[in-house]
């Protein structure tokens, strides 16, 4: 699971509401150090920039009428780690993120496909 920070929960109540015109939380930025997950988390932790690995507007879709999707394939020319994602708005805000606490090792000239899904569900009252 991943955790949708303050700043995400904000913008989504800005986006609903259609105030202070926010644009869409379509970034993706892989993090290069493990920091566990946070609600108050501002930012990715240790942003990957360099090697192919710099962060991208992710290609986005509905999948079905309750699940949406971002994703990207990133094209690694250095060998790194992964610790985690994070999704980012186009204010620079951090939305959510996922961290992985061992890492993942990647390769130069490996693909690293990230898809990060959100279903949303229907409460009454």
Not at 65 to 81: A, E, I, K, P, R
Request: aromatic residues 4%.
């Amino acid at each position: 699971m991943a955790t949708i920070t303050d700043d995400g929960i904000e913008w989504k109540a800005k986006r609903e509401a259609g105030v202070d015109s926010v644009g869409p939380a379509n970034i993706l930025v892989l993090e290069g150090t493990y920091k566990a997950e946070a609600a108050g988390d501002t930012a990715p932790s240790g942003e990957i920039t360099t090697g192919g690995l710099a962060r991208a507007t992710a290609t986005a879709a509905v999948v079905d009428g309750t699940t949406s999707q971002l994703s990207n394939t990133f094209t690694c020319m250095v060998s790194d780690t992964v610790y985690g994602v994070a999704i980012q708005t186009t204010e620079d805000l951090c939305y959510v993120r996922h961290a992985i606490a061992a890492g993942r090792d990647i390769e130069a000239g490996d693909s690293l496909s990230v898809v990060a899904q959100g279903v949303q569900s229907q409460v009454t009252a």
